[in-house]
Every structure is written in structure tokens, then in C-alpha cells.
């Protein structure tokens, strides 16, 4: 059985630069038999709530990873890093980009 994550729900939450913000959420996930903690960085690059409507921020990182892990502290470092941020943003879009064509 997987160790179970102390807190899930939103973990950590701070403004960006310009507008928008980044999250860390962590969520129990099935895995066969298992629940599992499972933690995502998020970028709501949209600063005003009613633009947020209906829309998925992207994630930029992700992890099987509780709240109590090195997997855990390496996704918060990449979420205390504006400039991890940008990489994270720009790998994204050059995927997209990718699959578009």
C-alpha cells in the first residue's frame, strides 16, 4: 500500500508577475489496488476570474507525490521560480505546436 499524503486539496497558491497565478494541487488517485497521492503545477495565466470561466489552467509539472516527498519539494521549487515557469510554459506551447502539424 502507497503512503498515504497528510493534506490534499490546494497546498500552496502565489500571484504571478503581470497577473494570474500558480497552484499546487494534490489529489488521491486509483492505481489498481492502491490510492495514491497525486500533485500538479498549475499556471492560470488569466488574471481576472470571469476570463477563468470554463477554462483548464495548464498543467506544467506532476507527480505521484504526497505532500511529505522530495518529488513534492522539487514541484514547489519549480512553482517558487518564475523563470522555471516560463521554461515550463514555452515547453508546453512548443508541444502543441508539435501536434498541431
Do not use: Q
Not at 502507497?2 to 488521491?28: H, M, T
Not at 489498481?32 to 509539472?61: C, F, K, L, M, N
Request: net charge negative; glycine share 6%.
Amino acid at each position: 500500500m502507497a503512503k498515504r499524503n497528510s493534506r490534499i486539496g490546494r497546498l500552496y497558491e502565489r500571484e504571478l508577475p503581470g497577473g494570474g497565478f500558480v497552484a499546487i494541487d494534490v489529489s488521491v488517485v486509483t492505481r489498481g489496488e492502491d490510492a495514491v497521492p497525486h500533485t500538479r503545477v498549475s499556471v492560470e495565466r488569466r488574471s481576472e476570474a470571469v476570463r477563468r470561466s470554463g477554462h483548464v489552467p495548464p498543467v506544467i509539472a506532476e507527480a505521484d507525490a504526497g505532500d511529505s516527498t522530495t518529488e513534492f519539494s522539487d514541484l514547489l521549487r519549480i512553482a517558487r521560480d518564475n523563470v522555471a515557469i516560463a521554461r515550463a510554459l514555452l515547453d508546453l506551447e512548443s508541444v502543441r505546436e508539435e501536434n498541431v502539424v
